[in-house]
């Protein structure tokens, strides 16, 4: 990087610039309720407020601007009446829209003013059918508008007081009118995004940034208006706008704020859509090396290993992606479900890794999760005894998650969202048919984790080879045991730890239960229709249920003692002995992967050493291509180092930029809460 990048970064890492944010707390919801303003009024006048008391800051040697300065956005509801709304309803997480991704690039082209116009011709039309409701929510548009377009004009007068000419000539065009220039589009990008943050929405991803930014790079290249050095030193300062406000967005832990970047991958047609701006990226996350923007990297039948080697150099850094998303799996699963072929080729990845549609999609792809381990604990008590032989077992697994999946899905009725002005203003529909995006969109489909996949089916393979294959064990022993975490078994734990078959060995034994239960997972859920019309996808992924479903139940027929943490996302039990890495995709690539396509990467921790050469990062590279060809759908590699990780857990101040892989998301490591850096430390001890 460059000697004025490079300060931006020191600056941010140095977070001199939080010496800027108010300490003044803003609170309007009690005004509000007196003023029996209307959820959509409320949101409105919140962003109008919180717009208003932004202060502009022009850090020095920035061409890309806007730094928060209020740091909490205040509540729309009393403490009150958020109670009464709880009461009555189910609320997803904070209760806002979040985890979508927007149309920023109709936007960013067409620019404010012209937006302002297709809302006075929908505000017509409302006038014309009497809607009352869709006037009250063009109108907030209207008054949205105002509102970024007046922040941006005081901080062009900021800079041109600071002597930063060049952003201020930018702010006098974007965001009123159509970005002309790559900077332009970034700068526009930072007002948008910026603004989505202030408004209350939170995980607000990014999106294919390679496919909608690339025509204002082309050109200014082709043109002679930037050189490639110049643009690849704007493409650095981007990522570094995410990575300035990222302590004020909302997540389980610090880092966990959705900012995520989708790269290459096919067009609408099928054709490869990877260009010079993914390439770009690559480099400058590998450059900078900072958490943000989360690189996800689509990857198909024909990309090139060179593509490969790029992202493996990345891996190299320890950042914890990019994430490969394989085209050939997810885009025919993604049909499957319902979506149209041109909408599939155009998915984007969530926060951490569930598919979703830009600028269409209204799906809750982490609405709830299933536990697989839950569900074996529960049939090992109920009806191990009972059984006669394994197979009824399994009847009873699969009767255990049909009504377990009815049980958590029963929950998600009278879903409540507060409304989402400006995320409504990046969806077209929204302005074409004057109604808020929380009430939905063109696909409306909930997305459930599966968590543990790995310790059930290591479990029911004990079961069966020691219950009723060899009959080594009784039932009521196997019980009793897992009852008594083993103590007092422990002859038993140590077969279970070393002997019993363990997915991740290309063992068909255990693979094919595990093929079986995703199966399972994907049939129990055809044919569920959300309240909102939308169907319910079964996926690999974790989340933060790793930890949390751990602590449902004791001790684990597979050897797993009470307490210990399951595998995050779609991985092997913690502490398996495994064979090597090609087995270990060869198991994980035999389920039909295509039917759980709601997403969860297939996770390898590797460590540090693996890199030591450029041979090594091409046989990484090589490994990555060949769990896309076996069919893999999503892949995520993490470079560990053990001795590095128990260091800075006891010395935290001397690794305050050692950034970690956590679960679809990457961290600093020392700002993680010590239960998320025990299960790191752990996986990385069984790295190969």
């Known amino acids: 990087m460059n000697d004025r990048i490079g300060r931006i970064l020191e600056y941010i890492q140095s977070k001199k610039h939080h010496s800027f944010r108010q300490s003044v707390k803003l609170d309007f919801a009690t005004e509000f309720e007196e003023r029996q303003l209307s959820y959509t009024e409320r949101a409105v006048e919140r962003l109008v407020r919180v717009l208003d008391a932004e202060q502009p800051v022009i850090l020095q040697d920035e061409r890309i601007v806007f730094t928060r300065t209020v740091s ?3 509540p729309l509801y009393t403490e009150e009446e958020w109670e009464q709304i709880k009461a009555t309803h189910y609320i997803h997480e904070a209760g806002a829209v979040c985890n979508v991704c927007p149309d920023y690039a109709t936007t960013i082209r067409s620019g404010l003013e012209n937006r302002r116009q297709e809302i006075s011709d929908s ?5 014309a059918r009497g809607d009352i409701e869709g006037q009250v929510f063009l109108n907030g548009l209207f008054r949205i508008i105002d509102s970024i377009e007046d922040l941006a004009d005081r901080y062009a007068e900021k800079a041109r007081e600071e002597g930063n000419f060049q952003a201020a000539e930018v702010l006098q065009h974007v965001p009123r009118y159509g970005a002309r220039t790559f900077l332009e589009a970034l700068q526009f990008f930072r007002i948008l995004h910026f603004t989505l943050w202030c408004s209350g929405n939170y995980h607000n991803t990014i999106g294919r940034f390679d496919q909608y930014m690339f025509p204002y790079l082309e050109e200014d290249l082709a043109s002679g208006y930037l050189t490639e050095e110049e643009a690849f030193e704007l493409v650095e300062e981007f990522f570094l706008t995410f990575n300035r406000d990222s302590d004020l967005y909302p997540g389980i832990q610090q880092g966990d704020n959705g900012q995520s970047l989708v790269l290459g991958g096919t067009d609408a047609q099928g054709n490869d859509a990877y260009n010079i701006l993914s390439e770009m990226c690559l480099k400058a996350s590998m450059e900078l090396k900072v958490i943000d923007p989360k690189i996800n990297l689509r990857v198909h039948k024909d990309t090139p290993l060179s593509i490969y080697e790029l992202g ?10 990019p994430q490969y998303s394989n085209d050939d799996v997810i885009i025919p699963g993604l049909v499957q479900l319902g979506y149209d072929l041109i909408d599939a080729r155009n998915y984007v990845v969530a926060a951490c890794w569930e598919f979703i549609i830009p600028g269409v999609g209204m799906d809750i792809p982490n609405i709830g999760a299933l536990s697989f381990p839950k569900v074996v604990d529960t049939c090992l008590h109920r009806d191990l005894a ?6 009824e077992l399994m009847e009873s697994i699969e009767s255990e998650i049909s009504r377990e999946l009815q ?13 989402a002005p400006v995320m409504s203003l990046l969806f077209k529909h929204c302005v074409d048919e004057a109604r808020d995006i929380s009430l939905g969109a063109k696909y409306n489909n909930y997305g459930l984790h599966g968590t543990g996949l790995a310790v059930a089916a290591d479990s029911l393979a004990a079961i069966r080879k020691y219950v009723f294959d060899s009959r080594h064990i009784s039932a009521e022993t196997f019980m009793e045991a897992v009852d008594a975490d083993f103590k007092g078994y422990e002859t038993l734990l140590a077969r279970l730890k070393a002997e019993a078959p363990k997915m991740g060995n290309d063992d068909d034994y255990v693979d094919s239960i595990a093929c079986e239960l995703l199966e399972i997972f994907a049939d129990s859920l055809e044919g569920m229709r959300n309240e909102r019309g939308g169907c319910y996808r079964a996926g690999t992924g974790s989340a933060m249920y790793y930890l949390w479903h751990a602590a449902e139940i004791g001790a684990s027929p597979n050897g797993r003692r009470r307490g210990e943490p399951l595998p995050a996302n779609y991985s092997p039990s913690l502490g398996v002995r495994l064979k090597g890495p090609i087995s270990l995709i060869k198991s994980f690539t035999k389920p039909a992967l295509s039917r759980v396509i709601n997403g969860g990467p297939l996770t390898i921790e590797l460590q540090d050493s693996v890199f030591r050469n450029e041979e090594a990062v091409r046989k990484v590279a090589m490994l990555v291509r060949a769990f896309v060809a076996l069919g893999g759908h999503q892949l995520q590699l993490n470079t560990l180092n053990k001795d590095e990780l128990l260091e800075a857990q006891s010395n935290p101040e001397k690794y305050r930029n050692l950034i970690v892989r956590v679960w679809g998301w990457s961290g600093y490591f020392v700002e993680l809460d010590k239960d998320y850096q025990d299960h790191i430390i752990r996986r990385a001890l069984i790295a190969p």
């Open 72 to 74: 909490e956005i205040p």
């Open 123 to 127: 505000l017509e039309k409302c006038k």
């Open 312 to 321: 493996s150099m990345l891996t190299k850094e320890g950042l914890g992606f």
């Open 386 to 391: 009972k059984a006669t032989n394994f197979e």
């Open 407 to 419: 049980c958590i899905t029963s929950r998600f009725e009278n879903i409540f969202l507060e409304p």
